[in-house]
């Protein structure tokens, strides 16, 4: 079974919209952590937001927020107000265990946003 | 955040050849890097775990002896894509966990990635 699962391979918005992106993710460990990743074009991932298991709060860094709801197993992550700028890749990624950044992230497929004006 | 530099950025080797992908951190320590694989339109998948002094751990279905990962100091792993082919080609991405020298600790930074194509 995959551990991490993003169902929208590709994305249309409109500029200034607001947008979901969905993940849902897999693990029998109680401690693990969530993270969300931008890659454009150019290749490098850039960090947008991370979500720990025992964090009672959502996520939020700036316009993006990550809306965990863990009895589902879900992390989505929810980008206000959109740009043009927002249009790339966009990757959910989970580290399972206590953290301390020991272990690999397991990424999901990724979905392709574009941003129209 | 922290960064973390890759070289070479972009690399075209004739099959056959070996070609070293350099992963430092440049401004903090990392006693832990990863090395991930990145097919195109695909996702990011985890290689190997390079750790300073020790051996790197490899993931299920990666070969050692194909791609040797070096750690020599707490800045600095490589990776070495020995006797490279065509299916060798991919964009190779690292990440660095952060051990001393600034906040955040303990998180992962990735470098800008290499691009690697074999004739």
């Known amino acids: 079974a995959q551990k991490i699962t993003q169902t929208q391979p590709g994305m249309f918005v409109q500029e200034k919209e607001a947008v979901t992106l969905d993940c849902t993710y897999d693990t029998s460990d109680q401690s693990y952590g969530l993270f969300w990743y931008k890659q454009p074009s150019s290749g490098e991932m850039i960090f947008l937001i991370y979500?720990?298991?025992?964090?009672?709060q959502n996520a939020t860094e700036g316009r993006y927020s990550l809306n965990f709801q863990k009895a589902r197993k879900s992390a989505n992550l929810v980008i206000s107000a959109s740009q043009l700028g927002d249009s790339a890749m966009y990757f959910c990624a989970m580290r399972e265990g206590p953290g301390g950044g020991a272990d690999g992230l397991t990424f999901g497929k990724g979905t392709h946003l574009i941003i129209q004006p | 955040g922290a960064v973390v530099s890759q070289h070479p950025s972009r690399v075209i080797c004739k099959s056959g050849t070996s070609v070293k992908i350099e992963c430092r951190s440049l401004d903090f320590q990392a006693t832990t890097m990863f090395w991930y694989r990145q097919f195109p339109k695909k996702s990011l998948m985890l290689m190997a775990t390079s750790n300073e002094g020790s051996k790197a751990t490899y993931e299920q279905g990666v070969e050692k002896d194909k791609f040797l990962i070096n750690h020599a100091s707490l800045t600095l792993s490589t990776l070495t894509v020995t006797s490279a082919h065509p299916e060798d080609s991919s964009f190779y991405i690292c990440?660095?966990?952060?051990?001393?020298?600034?906040?955040?600790?303990?998180?992962?930074?990735f470098g800008p990635g290499t691009r690697l194509t074999v004739l």
């Open positions: 990440s660095a966990r952060v051990t001393s020298g600034r906040p955040p600790y303990n998180e992962q930074f």
């Open positions: 979500q720990g298991s025992y964090d009672e």
